[in-house]
């Protein structure tokens, strides 16, 4: 579908639909949304601070979350109509779009602006660089996916070659990462939160470096719905980018304290100093962006590391996959 023609069905269903306007207990009015995430991690705290700041029910959308753990995973839901809505890295929209899909996925708004990941050691080492990892075996993340590919691509601004100079075990599920880790598989091990923080806290490892920081600004997350799906329900796509935005807006506007007595519900495994504590290392990475606009230098530049990492068979175009009308209109 191209841009243009999304933005003429978006123009002409805004154009007669009527303001989505329902009253937080009248859960009769509201619209249920399946959302599958890709992991469920303090580095989405905007999302988290929307659901239970009730942002989303002030838009007329009952929001059902669902972990996906993979972005290949969540896209299967999404393709298979189990959910409405996916959050992950928007490679994955690229190759459904390059694989042939016809009812294929379009980004609508992009979350954060750094990796959320970071390198976890089982020894601590003060003085840590990236030579360090000659020779190491590390557990890292799926083939093709972005948590790898941003790996491999801060190996190469170092000079290591990812193939000949360690060893990269990519057989482990994405959720079972630091438990494999834990159990004594592997000498580093690439996670987010909270399992980094976790791994210390258990005296299991160490984190040594941040992928955020290392690899500068990526795109690194983004949300994204079928083209069939955007023509049907923009009402609700403007009403979900709009809670999006509200979170947005809390968590460059507060303290990381008051972020994160927000979302502790959202993660009732960790304490509020752990939580406090995992919130600050994302603001002081500049993980969060400040609109939802997924910029066209971003998704090149996303691009450029698919095609750095051999994932890329063409270049998809930005205009097919990405529509920032949602973004743009969000209500602040």
Not at 2 to 26: E, M, N, Q, R, Y
Not at 286 to 298: A, R, V, Y
Request: with cysteine; charged share 20%; net charge negative.
């Amino acid at each position: 579908m191209h841009k243009s023609t999304v933005a003429t069905f978006l123009a002409i269903s805004l154009a007669v639909a009527a303001p989505v306007t329902v009253c937080a207990g009248d859960s009769q009015s509201l619209e249920t949304v399946t959302l599958n995430e890709v992991a469920h991690s303090i580095f989405y705290a905007p999302q988290y601070v929307a659901i239970e700041n009730g942002y989303f029910t002030e838009e007329g959308i009952s929001l059902d979350l669902v972990t996906g753990f993979g972005a290949d995973k969540v896209m299967t839901a999404v393709l298979s109509g189990d959910a409405q809505i996916g959050f992950m890295g928007s490679e994955a929209t690229i190759y459904a779009y390059n694989e042939g899909a016809t009812d294929y996925v379009i980004n609508f708004a992009q979350l954060t602006q750094r990796a959320g990941n970071f390198l976890v050691a089982r020894e601590e080492i003060p003085n840590f660089h990236w030579k360090d990892l000659k020779g190491a075996t590390v557990i890292g993340g799926r083939k093709g996916g972005m948590p790898e590919m941003v790996f491999e691509y801060i190996l190469k601004q170092h000079d290591i070659d990812p193939i000949l100079d360690l060893t990269i075990d990519q057989s482990i599920d994405f959720g079972s990462t630091a438990a494999a880790f834990s159990g004594g598989q592997g000498d580093f091990t690439v996670e987010f939160e909270p399992s980094a923080t976790a791994l210390e806290q258990e005296g299991a490892g160490y984190v040594v470096a941040s992928l955020g920081v290392d690899s500068g600004y990526v795109p690194y997350t983004s949300y994204s719905a079928k083209s069939s799906y955007l023509a049907d329900h923009p009402e609700i796509i403007q009403g979900f980018t709009n809670a999006l935005q509200k979170g947005m807006d809390y968590v460059n506007t507060h303290t990381p304290e008051d972020i994160a007595a927000v979302i502790a519900p959202q993660f009732p495994e960790n304490d509020l100093e752990t939580i406090t504590k995992i919130v600050k290392r994302y603001a002081d990475q500049d993980t969060w962006k400040e609109n939802l606009i997924f910029e066209k230098s971003s998704f090149e530049l996303l691009q450029d590391i698919l095609d750095s990492a051999g994932e890329l068979s063409i270049r998809a175009p930005y205009e097919e996959l990405v529509i920032t009308d949602y973004a743009q209109n969000a209500v602040r």
